[in-house]
T-cell receptor, first 114, second 114 residues
Framework: KQEVTQIPAALSVPEGENLVLNCSFTDSAIYNLQWFRQDPGKGLTSLLLIQSSQREQTSGRLNASLDKSSGRSTLYIAASQPGDSATYLC?????????????FGKGTHLIIQP | DAMVIQNPRYQVTQFGKPVTLSCSQTLNHNVMYWYQQKSSQAPKLLFHYYDKDFNNEADTPDNFQSRRPNTSFCFLDIRSPGLGDAAMYLCATTRSGSNYNEQFFGPGTRLTVL
C-alpha cells in the first residue's frame, strides 16, 4: 500500500527566499509523481508531473526532482513571492502507472511573507 | 479549453437528504475519479471508473454511489448524508497509457451538511 509523507507540514519564509518542500513515498514501483497546488477552499492545480524516466522537471520558478531508489521527491521554489502562498500536495500512484488513482500526502502549508 | 467541470461548486444539504454531485469533462479521458477531502486532510480516493468498469475502494461507505452514463459525465450520489460527509469532493480524469496517467482535477464541490 502506497503511503506518502510530506515534510514540513507548514513553512513560513520571507519573500525572495529559495525553498525546498520534501515528499517521501513507500512504494517505489511508480511510473510518475505529481505535485499540486491548492489555494484555500479551492480544487487542485497540477504543477508538475515527473515521469519515472526523468530525474527533474522544471516549470518557471519551480523545479521538481524524483529519486525512486530512495523514495523521495523534492519541489524547489526559487525567488518565492507572496502569490506562492498555498498548500502544496505531493501525489504518487497507488499502484504502478497511476490509472488506479493517486495517494496524496497531507501537504505543506506555505506562507510567503511580503 | 478542455477541462474538468464540477457542479455545483457549493452544495448545502440537510442531514439524511440525498444529494448528487456532477462532474463533466471535455478531455475525452477514459478514466474518472472521485476523491473526498476533509478539512486539513489529504484527498482520499472513493472510487473510479476505468471506461465503464466501476472500481470501489474497500473503505468507501455504502452511502456513496456513483454513475457514469457516458464518457463525459460522472455523478456522485450520497444517499443519506451525515455530518461526517461534509467535505470537498474532487473529480479527476486521466487517459490511461498516455503521458504516464497525468491526472487533471476539477475545481471541486464543497458539501455542507446541516
Amino acid at each position: 500500500k502506497q503511503e506518502v509523507t510530506q515534510i514540513p507540514a507548514a513553512l513560513s519564509v520571507p519573500e525572495g527566499e529559495n525553498l525546498v518542500l520534501n515528499c517521501s513515498f513507500t512504494d517505489s514501483a511508480i511510473y510518475n509523481l505529481q505535485w499540486f497546488r491548492q489555494d484555500p477552499g479551492k480544487g487542485l492545480t497540477s504543477l508538475l508531473l515527473i515521469q519515472s524516466s526523468q530525474r527533474e522537471q522544471t516549470s518557471g520558478r519551480l523545479n521538481a526532482s524524483l529519486d525512486k531508489s530512495s523514495g523521495r521527491s523534492t519541489l524547489y521554489i526559487a525567488a518565492s513571492q507572496p502569490g506562492d502562498s498555498a498548500t502544496y500536495l505531493c501525489a504518487a500512484p497507488r499502484r504502478g502507472g497511476g490509472a488506479d488513482g493517486l495517494t496524496f500526502g497531507k501537504g505543506t502549508h506555505l506562507i510567503i511573507q511580503p | 479549453d478542455a477541462m474538468v467541470i464540477q457542479n455545483p461548486r457549493y452544495q448545502v444539504t440537510q442531514f439524511g437528504k440525498p444529494v448528487t454531485l456532477s462532474c463533466s469533462q471535455t478531455l475525452n479521458h477514459n478514466v474518472m475519479y472521485w476523491y473526498q477531502q476533509k478539512s486539513s486532510q489529504a484527498p482520499k480516493l472513493l472510487f473510479h471508473y476505468y471506461d465503464k468498469d466501476f472500481n470501489n475502494e474497500a473503505d468507501t461507505p455504502d452511502n456513496f454511489q456513483s454513475r457514469r452514463p457516458n464518457t463525459s459525465f460522472c455523478f456522485l450520489d450520497i444517499r443519506s448524508p451525515g455530518l461526517g460527509d461534509a467535505a470537498m469532493y474532487l473529480c479527476a480524469t486521466t487517459r490511461s497509457g498516455s503521458n504516464y496517467n497525468e491526472q487533471f482535477f476539477g475545481p471541486g464541490t464543497r458539501l455542507t451538511v446541516l
